[in-house]
Each structure stands twice: as structure tokens, then as C-alpha cells.
């Protein structure tokens, strides 16, 4: 009797296991947002189409307000993010490694060939180190991206002009936090390259730093490549809103605009980027060049938000004006 009660005195049926929801797990890599964005449309003419499969972000394409196009697409294990790949105008892809829930190193090649590398290091669950290498194609890459005189290369170059000379270099990125929300971004690192006088002097003022010697600097050494050290030190401060941020937990949660649980309204950037030449010129020796270069001071973006019912934002709009509208999958 007790062995029939086993399966017959149950009155309301089992759920079957098959039935259950997924579960979906949390950390570094899962992007499980409370809404699923579709598109990302902004008033210069850019647009962004994001396709989804259930609830996994399987692809974004990108057009540009120059024309440039971009398809992101992306691969699993289960539900935490492994690779990223792009193509199109710039290609490249990215490997995310993790050990448990914790992401501890991505990396990036473009062309068959690594072109960077970070380790990930963390605080309880808060990513709060970077340690970055970028060879030269990486960047060339960031170069182009950036577009003509991009932090932290003040030159002109990328889509318009020639290609610099450069080197590999680490850069180290420390985070700190305000409860779910990364406060500041202190960036640090070296970049060594070669450029021509001309290249020089569209941000140093070589006329005033060497007097006399300027003008004889460009005539013995016009159209040669000089070595250049870039010392860089460069922190960002962020202010958030109080409403969800439906881009946290995207792309392996490493922008701090997406490690951030809220929406950020305020971007400020200052820091010195100190510039160190030596010139070795015939008859007259070596000659060295120190200075220091303000990197974005006082520079600072705002962003202001229109939220839906539910708080997730449907537009926003930032101090030059440009505007973008989010559109979400049906609830």
C-alpha cells in the first residue's frame, strides 16, 4: 500500500524537469539584462541592430554616422560569453578565459596574430585591475577607431592620414568603486613610437621648447622618423543616475560604463601625458625634450536620460546633442 501511495496519493502532478526555466548562472560574461535592447538609433545617423536568441545576444551591427560598417558576433559556453568576433571595416576577435565565475584574461588578434592581452583581477566579485599589452596593429586599430587625434595619440592619422610608427606597450588600469558603480578609472602607461618633426609639432611646441634649434632640427632630420616616449597618466571620474543600466554585464563586463549597475551622467577626464625626445643631432649631439601635456582638462561629458515605466532608459541625449533611442523586445 505504502510502495502504491509512492505514486497514486499525490493528488496535484509533478512538474516535469524538462518544463523548468533555465538557470541562468551570474558572474563575469552573463549578460542577462531585465530588457533586451533591438536597436539603438542616433540623431547623427548612426544605428545599431542587436539580434537575440532567447534570451542570448547572438550578433550587433553597427553603421556609423561616417558610413563605416561592423557586424559583432558572439560565442558561449552555456551562458557566459567566449568570444567576440568582429567584421567588417576593422576585424578582430576576442577570447574571454574564466576560472569559476570570475573572468581572468581576454585577448585579441586581428590578422591570424595576438595583438592584445589583459589580465583581470579582482576585488570579492568587483573587477578592480586591468594589466593591458597592445602590440602595434592593436594600436593602429585603436588609432583608426579613435579617428584623427584620439586620446591617447594627438595625432592626425586613422581614417585620413599616414600610419605612425609605434611599439608595444603595457597600460594598467586601476577601479574604484561606490557601491555597484565605478567611480574613477585611473589609467597609467608607456607608448613608444617614431614620429617626424611634423608629426611633432602638432602638439609640442618645438619653436618655444627649443628656440633655434627647432628650425635646424627640421631641416636635418625632415621626413625621419625620431623615437618618441609617451609617459601616460590619465584618470576618469563618473556619475550615475538611480535608474537601471540595461548595458550591464555586456561584452564581459570590462567598460566601466558597463560594469556599472546605473546609467552614468557624467564622464570627466584629466591627466598628464608627459612626452620624453631625444634628438641626437650631428656636430651638436644629443638634445632631450621633456614635457608635459595636459589630457583632457576640465573635459567633461554629460548625459541625460528619458526612462520607461519599468526605469530602463529609452533615449539619451549628451552635451553635444546627440541623442540616441533605445528600442526593447516585448515583455
Not at 621648447?209 to 616616449?229: F, K, R
Request: proline fraction near 5%; charged fraction near 15%.
Amino acid at each position: 500500500m505504502a510502495a502504491l501511495c509512492l505514486t497514486a496519493c499525490h493528488k496535484d502532478p509533478q512538474p516535469n524537469p524538462d518544463d523548468q526555466p533555465e538557470q541562468i548562472p551570474t558572474g563575469d560574461g552573463v549578460y542577462n539584462p531585465g530588457r533586451h535592447i533591438t536597436s539603438i538609433a542616433s540623431n547623427n545617423g548612426a544605428t545599431e541592430t542587436w539580434l537575440w536568441e532567447n534570451k542570448k545576444l547572438m550578433s550587433i551591427t553597427e553603421t556609423d554616422e561616417d558610413g563605416y560598417s561592423s557586424v559583432s558576433s558572439f560565442g558561449y559556453d552555456g551562458w557566459r560569453l567566449t568570444r567576440a568576433t568582429l567584421t567588417g571595416d576593422i576585424a578582430g576577435t576576442a577570447t574571454y578565459t574564466y576560472s569559476g565565475d570570475k573572468m581572468t584574461n581576454f585577448s585579441v588578434s586581428s590578422g591570424g596574430m595576438q595583438v592584445a592581452t589583459a589580465d583581470v583581477v579582482h576585488t570579492g566579485d568587483k573587477v578592480t585591475h586591468l594589466d593591458l599589452n597592445l602590440n602595434e596593429e592593436m594600436l593602429q586599430m585603436l588609432i583608426s577607431m579613435m579617428g584623427d587625434g584620439g586620446f591617447p595619440f594627438p595625432f592626425k592619422s586613422g581614417k585620413s592620414g599616414s600610419k605612425l610608427s609605434l611599439s608595444s606597450t603595457d597600460f594598467d588600469a586601476d577601479l574604484i568603486w561606490e557601491g555597484d558603480n565605478v567611480s574613477r578609472m585611473v589609467l597609467s602607461g608607456q607608448v613608444v613610437m617614431g614620429v617626424t618633426v611634423d608629426e611633432l609639432r602638432q602638439f609640442l611646441p618645438l619653436d618655444s621648447i627649443m628656440g633655434s634649434m627647432a628650425s635646424l632640427l627640421n631641416y636635418i632630420t625632415a621626413g625621419q622618423e625620431l623615437p618618441l616616449t609617451l609617459n601616460i597618466n590619465d584618470t576618469t571620474d563618473f556619475d550615475y543616475d538611480s535608474h537601471t543600466n540595461p548595458l550591464q554585464g555586456f561584452l564581459g563586463k570590462l567598460d566601466p560604463s558597463i560594469l556599472s549597475a546605473n546609467n552614468v551622467t557624467s564622464v570627466e577626464n584629466y591627466g598628464i601625458m608627459s612626452a620624453v625626445l631625444t634628438i641626437t643631432i650631428p656636430y651638436l649631439g644629443s638634445h632631450d625634450i621633456n614635457y608635459d601635456i595636459p589630457l583632457g582638462e576640465g573635459m567633461t561629458q554629460t548625459f541625460t536620460y528619458t526612462y520607461d515605466a519599468a526605469g530602463y532608459p529609452t533615449a539619451v541625449v549628451d552635451n553635444d546633442g546627440v541623442m540616441k533611442t533605445y528600442t526593447y523586445q516585448e515583455q
